[in-house]
Nanobody, 124 residues
Framework: QVHMVESGGGLVQAGGSLRLSCVVSGRTFSRDAMGWFRQAPRKGREFVAAMSWSGGDTNYADSVKGRFTISRDNAKNTVYLLMNSLKPEDTAVYYC?????????????????WGQGTQVTVSS
């Protein structure tokens, strides 16, 4: 059973940066596309970014394009999300997820196996 542990969240001022990490165990990490999602208070979970197993393909939500960068280190079973130019509307709990179906980074509904999440709070 896959297990994910997210970290790196915190409180930051608008315009600041954070880097989230997610360590994955229990599954061959290098075979799966990985993604980041977020859930703000009183809102549903939304897609943020995804990367293919090779790192060759990426997909970003329009709201984060040009500000967030997803990356992965298959040797460390870790996926990262570098968040720059943060805005108050980026405040949410951030989760990583894997795509065990072998579909693409654009098949957002195929991502799952959520961790406990890490809180990101951006003050104005």
């Amino acid at each position: 059973q896959v297990h994910m542990v997210e970290s790196g969240g915190g409180l930051v001022q608008a315009g600041g940066s954070l880097r989230l990490s997610c360590v994955v165990s229990g599954r061959t990490f290098s075979r799966d596309a990985m993604g980041w999602f977020r859930q703000a208070p009183r809102k549903g979970r939304e897609f943020v970014a995804a990367m293919s197993w090779s790192g060759g393909d990426t997909n970003y939500a329009d709201s984060v394009k040009g500000r967030f960068t997803i990356s992965r280190d298959n040797a460390k079973n870790t996926v990262y999300l570098l968040m720059n130019s943060l805005k108050p509307e980026d405040t949410a709990v951030y989760y990583c997820a894997n795509n065990a179906y072998g579909s693409t980074v654009f098949d957002v509904a195929d991502f799952g196996s959520w961790g406990q999440g890490t809180q990101v709070t951006v003050s104005s």
